[in-house]
């Protein structure tokens, strides 16, 4: 079945990097759309990049453009999020999700992905 592990989280000083990475198995990345997500204490989860099946195309929310930047290897089967110039609003707990199915253009939609990790936490300190 399908499942998504994720990993590298942690504490971080503002300016400072992380990269995350989501393990994956019982799929293939070339028939599925890869995800990452965010969810703050009290806010809705949204978007953060998504990578088109196969590899093809990346997407990213307007708040990670040139800061974030998603990568998958194919032969490792993870999918990683590499976040630099962390800022303290980009304090999450941070997800993986994936689905082989997105509607339209809807890849930065939550509700858009079946299968999900557990999270990881990302906290950025002032």
């Known amino acids: 079945q399908v499942q998504l592990v994720e990993s590298g989280g942690g504490s971080v000083q503002a300016g400072g990097s992380l990269r995350l990475s989501c393990t994956a198995s019982?799929?293939?990345?070339?028939?599925?759309?890869m995800g990452w997500f965010r969810q703050a204490p009290g806010k809705e989860r949204e978007g953060v990049a998504a990578i088109l099946r196969g590899g093809g195309s990346t997407y990213y929310a307007d708040s990670v453009k040139g800061r974030f930047t998603a990568s998958q290897d194919n032969a490792k089967n993870t999918l990683y999020l590499q976040m630099n110039s962390l800022k303290p609003e980009d304090t999450a707990m941070y997800y993986c999700?994936?689905?082989?199915?997105?509607?339209?253009?809807?890849?930065?939609?939550?509700?858009?992905?079946?299968?999900w990790g557990q999270g990881t936490q990302v906290t950025v300190s002032s």
């Open positions: 019982g799929f293939s990345f070339s028939t599925h759309y």
């Open positions: 999700a994936t689905d082989p199915y997105v509607y339209g253009s809807r890849w930065l939609q939550p509700n858009q992905y079946n299968y």
